[in-house]
Structures are given as C-alpha cells and as structure tokens.
C-alpha cells in the first residue's frame, strides 16, 4: 500500500525525536540543578537582593530560566509522545492514529514555545555551551516533530 510507505521514515524521525528530547532533559536536568544548588540564599539574617528573580539562574542571561524550565516540559512531554507514536507505528491505522497525533501536536507546541525562549536567550548572548546545544536541539526539534506529524498522518486512510 501507498500508506506503509512513510513508515521507515515516521519511525526514524520518531527515533530521532525521542533522543533529542532526552539530551534536552539531560541538559535541562542539569541546568536546573545548578540553578537549585547555586542560587540565592536566603534566611532569615538575609534580605532579598534588589530584582530577585524565583527563576534566577547562576548561567546565562534573562531568558534562561524561562527557557530551560519550559524546555524541560517540551522534553517530558515530547518523550511522552514517542511512546504513543511508537503505539502508532506498530499498528499503523488509523484507529491509533488520534492518540499519537495529539499528543504529538501538543509536544510541538510545547517546542515551540520552548525555541522562543531560546531565540531570546540567544539575542541577549552571555551563555555557556550547554545552553547553546540545548537551543539548537530545540530549533531543530522544532522542525523534526513537525515532519514526524506530517509522516503519520499518512497512515489516516489505513483501516483495518
């Protein structure tokens, strides 16, 4: 049938995807971490510093905070949708097809908005490599995910 034909490639971009997401959730695992272990202090011998921040990060700039905290809920939710299109991939009908596509659709949304925090974080610069290798997995998440809904879709005229 003309419809198994975008399956290899569903199933590599749903591989590919699901790795991406990973390294963002170790990254952005990191990142927060640092910015737990190594933030403001406060007790009660301390005052609040002049522009406190709850999402203050010792790296990067501004936008880092907002950037890692919604990437981390890209990455989860975006490994999330890897495991609802790996139940699409295997039945590839289109009974499976709603389940994998929404949750996909959700996960890209999610991306995006994350990609928007990073293209921020980049215009204002001051970042470490980390952070850097987080915005680029995003910006081409951002367009991998996309082609990853594309390809199952095809499978919406396969019932069984």
């Known amino acids: ?4 034909q975008m399956k290899p490639v569903a199933t590599l971009l749903l591989v590919l995807n699901f790795c991406m997401y990973a390294i963002i959730l170790g990254i952005g695992s990191w990142a927060m971490n640092r ?3 190594h933030g403001f202090i406060i007790g009660p011998d301390f005052s ?3 522009h406190f921040s709850p999402i203050y990060f010792p790296m990067g700039n501004a936008a880092t905070g907002f950037f890692v905290m919604f990437a981390l809920i890209a990455g989860v939710v975006g490994a999330a949708s890897a495991l609802a299109g790996l ?3 295997r039945s590839w009908t289109a009974d499976s097809l709603p389940a994998a596509a929404s949750v996909a659709a959700i996960a ?3 991306t995006l908005l994350a990609m928007g ?6 215009e204002l610069h001051n970042r470490n490599a980390r952070l850097r290798t987080m915005e680029a997995f995003l910006i081409i998440l951002s367009a991998t995910q996309l082609l990853y809904i594309a390809a199952i879709h095809s499978a919406a005229t396969n019932k069984r």
Do not use: Q
Not at 1 to 4: F, K, L
Not at 117 to 122: A, L, Q, R, W
């Open 108 to 110: 890209w949304s999610l």
């Open 35 to 37: 910015a737990i272990d």
């Open 48 to 50: 609040l510093p002049a």
């Open 117 to 122: 925090f990073g293209c921020k974080e980049i």
């Open 87 to 89: 139940n699409h991939i």
């Open 1 to 4: 049938m003309a419809n198994t």
